[in-house]
Structures are given as C-alpha cells and as structure tokens.
C-alpha cells in the first residue's frame, strides 16, 4: 500500500519559517512534487524533486522555498523561508511531478502566515 504522509504545518509569522516533510511508504519514487491550494484558488505545483541536485520551483517561492529528500528515510521536505501571508495554504506532496497526472496524494498540511 503507498502512502504518503505529511507533517510540519503549522501558524507562523510574516518572515518566519517552516518546514513540512513527507514520509513515502511502498513505493520509491523517482520524483515528488509539493503542490498548494489556497481558499478559493486552483491547486498550484510549488515544486518538484527528482534528487537534489535536480530540483524545480514555480517564481513566487524561488529563492524562498526549497525542496530536498532523504533516499534512507524515503522523505520528502519541503523548507520554507521568508514566508509571506499569500503562502497560506494546503500544502500537498504527490507521487508525480507535472505534466504527469500524480497517482497518490498525502493527505494535506495547513500552512498559515499570519501576525
């Protein structure tokens, strides 16, 4: 059975920092993406993780947001920096990276920014 579980959201401040990571179970993947979607917006890819030297970011986070994994541990993270209130939102990881339709999704992890 693959799973994909996410953990490490959380309320944070203007300018703070998070990190949100993603334990894959059943499967290796060969790439992860990290999508969001925010109220009343479509779901976005954020980034996408082959290894970590071949990583990719949408503008709105480059410089801000990076995307790594642990092979050992099968995890995926996501670190979030400089954050900003349009960063509210869910944040997923998924099996598969655009233009491929992603096969398993985790469940979600709130991302607020807020003061």
């Known amino acids: 059975q693959v799973q994909l579980v996410e953990s490490g959201g959380g309320l944070v401040q203007p300018g703070g920092s998070l990190t949100l990571s993603c334990a894959v179970s059943?499967?290796?993947?060969?790439?992860v993406a990290w999508f969001r979607q925010a109220p009343g917006k479509e779901r976005e890819e954020v980034s996408c993780?082959?290894?970590?030297?071949?990583?990719a970011y949408i503008d709105s986070v480059k410089g801000r947001f990076s995307a790594s994994r642990d092979n050992a541990k099968n995890t995926v993270f996501l670190q979030m920096t400089s954050l900003k209130p349009e960063d509210t939102a869910v944040y997923y990881c998924a099996s598969d990276c655009l233009p491929e339709r992603p096969r398993w999704w985790g469940q979600g992890a709130q991302v607020t920014v807020s003061s």
């Open positions: 993780i082959i290894d970590n030297a071949h990583t």
């Open positions: 059943g499967i290796t993947l060969n790439a």
